[in-house]
């Protein structure tokens, strides 16, 4: 019997995230406007910090209408979105699609690239996983993941360099843009925050937290959840402004019939979860500078993490494994105790 035993919690409990907001120091509450909704599978939160109920009211209906935009066109589960249209056609013609997605998948075979295709887009070939995603979870038969394989190849993914149009080579090749879409999608709505004048604010969205404050304003304080035993905290992160990007096997998972615990992170060399290493956590500046790497982490393991993270000056991180923590830069220092 295949078990779900913590997605409901994980939905739509946000303490129990891998990066949840602790209280922040000297907020007035009558400053502060909050408000959640589901996005993208994960709840997601967000709080603005300014003294005029009216710009926070429209700040906040602005970044949602921007961030709700954004997951509907990079949804793999919409027939009528860009990644259906490119799976409908692969193996034949290029499409058009909008200038921000065309980027989108610029970026993502950029960082497959850069991480030996441990980070792959087109990881959606494997669709027979589905993870509380509205079907019925169930363990693959190896011989449809080892057929899935031949149309998994970052390689495949041509996005053109002068107009957005973009193409997949091989037949039956699909995106799944789950783990290189959500911190767009988050930052998004931070833009959105801005633009409408706020100066400081925070986005949540299912382990991945950006910040926003400027000069003198309170750090956030960000709970940063511990891999090995998911109930509790590590630590806090202590940020500004900048993002806290976590990746891990208790976010979305089921149990199969043989008690092992079957997670979204695939392997794309294979089409199984990643094993070993249960969570990553990565505090950058940027957006750019991690988005796809917790996932390429949680695939190729620390050492390969290591030569990435060397191209990455300025990035910080904890990962936690079966053999135990591994931090790099300043995480060490920057994870205060409770």
């Known amino acids: 019997m295949l078990r779900h035993p913590t997605?409901?919690?994980?939905?739509l409990g946000g303490g129990l995230v891998m990066a949840a907001p602790l209280a922040s120091q000297a907020m007035p509450a009558a400053a502060a406007g909050h408000e959640s909704r589901v996005l993208m599978g994960t709840r997601i939160d967000l709080t603005v910090v300014d003294a005029d109920p009216a710009r926070r009211a429209a700040a906040l209906a602005a970044a949602w209408?921007?961030?709700?935009?954004?997951?509907?066109?990079?949804s793999r589960f919409r027939g009528d979105?860009?990644?259906?249209?490119?799976a409908a056609a692969a193996g034949a013609r290029a499409l058009s699609v909008d200038p921000d997605t065309a980027e989108l998948l610029r970026g993502a075979r950029r960082c497959a690239e850069a991480t030996d295709g441990c980070f792959d887009p087109t990881v959606g070939a494997y669709e027979d996983w589905h993870f509380g995603d509205g079907a019925e979870a169930r363990v693959p038969a190896a011989a449809r993941l080892a057929a899935q394989r031949r149309r998994v190849g970052f390689e495949h993914l041509e996005i053109e360099r002068d107009a957005p149009r973009a193409r997949l080579a091989r037949s039956g090749m699909r995106l799944d843009l789950g783990g290189f879409a959500k911190l767009p999608v988050l930052a998004g709505g931070?833009?959105?925050?801005q633009q409408a004048g706020v100066r400081r604010a925070m986005v949540n969205?299912?382990?991945?937290?950006?910040c926003l404050g400027q000069g003198r304003?309170?750090?956030w304080r960000i709970g940063v959840r511990d891999p090995a035993e998911p109930s509790r905290l590590r630590g806090v992160v202590a940020l500004r402004s900048g993002v806290v990007a976590s990746s891990g096997d208790y976010e979305r998972f089921f149990i199969d019939a043989?008690?092992?615990?079957?997670?979204?992170?695939?392997?794309p060399r294979s089409g199984w979860p990643t094993r070993g290493l249960h969570g990553v956590t990565l505090v950058a500046e940027q957006v750019e500078t991690v988005n796809g790497l917790g996932a390429a982490t949680m695939v190729g393991g620390?050492?390969?993490a290591q030569s990435w993270l060397a191209a990455r000056p300025g990035v910080d991180a904890l990962t936690v494994g079966d053999d135990g923590a591994w931090f790099a830069g300043r995480m060490a220092e920057r994870l205060a105790a409770l």
């Open 190 to 193: 931070l833009q959105a925050l």
């Open 302 to 304: 620390v050492r390969r």
């Open 81 to 86: 979105g860009a990644l259906a249209r490119l």
């Open 65 to 74: 209408r921007r961030m709700e935009a954004d997951a509907a066109r990079w």
């Open 258 to 267: 043989q008690g092992r615990r079957q997670h979204h992170i695939l392997d």
């Open 217 to 219: 304003d309170p750090a």
């Open 205 to 210: 969205g299912g382990g991945d937290v950006l």
């Open 7 to 11: 997605r409901r919690r994980l939905l």
